[in-house]
């Protein structure tokens, strides 16, 4: 698998990207194509141009949930992808209008105009998506402290309800060396998503985890997510996005962290 950063909060020193306080990964799993997420605006657009990237041959978009930092670039793709046959997955709810502090964090656009030009796959389950890739779907609570959370509220079925971002979701790379886990904000708790990975696909070893894990106080969450990491044995670490800088801080007096970046690659 290739993975490449076309969108993070971050940039590198003499790396001429542009970054937003969002995400957006390109992936290659042999033949299969895939962009997780599209950033909050066409900054994924411009920096796959400036990468040599051709979002034309994209095989599938795989959207981790319907926050606009996220889904942000979903409006672009119309006017700029020529290639119709792409499939879009996503859970039932990432198409909620989700409110949040007064101002409207969803998608920019409907299912139903992105289904005038694209193969929507609604999907709630988990479902493989190239050879070596899972989407995992809806992620359930497997310990006992990543509780879910309301972010806001959305609107869904005509009914204003708190949202838990129940849409919130990953997808994962089945390596020799073990599981490399890609995700998006990880509102679903980065240690569930993990131990769903391992039983989505009957796999205990963790070898990776790129994408934002939601973690910004140094609290006892925070160090139960490090006992977890280290439990793990888990080599490779790339928080980034929805992580804060004590946070970080705190990682990596214990774990072996890297530095995220819009035109960081990968190679697993």
């Known amino acids: 698998m290739k993975l490449t950063v076309l ?6 020193i003499d790396e001429y990207y542009l970054g937003e306080p969002a995400v957006s990964y390109y ?3 042999e033949d299969t194509k895939i962009l997780f997420d599209t950033g909050y605006s066409d900054v994924f657009i411009k920096n796959a141009k400036s990468m040599n990237i051709d979002l034309d041959n994209i095989d599938k978009i795989v959207i981790s949930h319907g926050h606009n930092d996220h889904t942000g670039g979903l409006e672009y793709l119309p006017k700029n992808i020529k290639n119709k046959d ?11 209008k989700k409110y949040c502090r007064g101002g409207y964090i969803g998608t920019p656009i409907l299912k139903e105009e992105l289904a005038k030009d694209f193969k929507l796959n609604i999907k709630s389950e988990s479902v493989k998506i190239s050879k070596n890739i899972v989407y995992l779907g809806e992620i359930p609570n497997m ?3 990543e509780d879910r959370y309301t972010v806001g509220t959305c609107e869904s079925e005509n009914e204003i309800v708190d949202d838990y971002v129940k849409d919130d979701s990953a997808i994962v790379y089945k390596s020799e060396k073990g599981l490399f886990i890609i995700t998006g904000c990880s509102h679903s708790g980065i240690c569930n998503i993990i ?5 989505v696909c009957d796999e205990e070893r963790i070898y990776g985890v790129i994408g934002g894990f939601h973690l910004f106080d140094c609290n006892e969450k925070l160090k139960k997510t490090i006992k977890y990491f280290k439990d793990n044995s888990i080599k490779e670490m790339y928080p980034c996005h929805c992580v804060s800088l004590n946070a970080k801080i705190e990682m990596g007096k214990e774990l072996d962290i890297k530095e995220v970046g819009v035109g960081l690659k990968l190679e697993i």
């Not at 792409?86 to 909620?96: G, L, M, R, S, Y």
């Open 195 to 199: 131990e769903y990975a391992k039983k």
């Open 86 to 96: 792409i499939e879009i997955i996503a859970h039932p709810n990432c198409f909620d």
């Open 27 to 29: 992936i290659e799993d």
């Open 7 to 12: 969108v993070d909060n971050n940039t590198f």
């Open 143 to 145: 310990n006992d402290f």
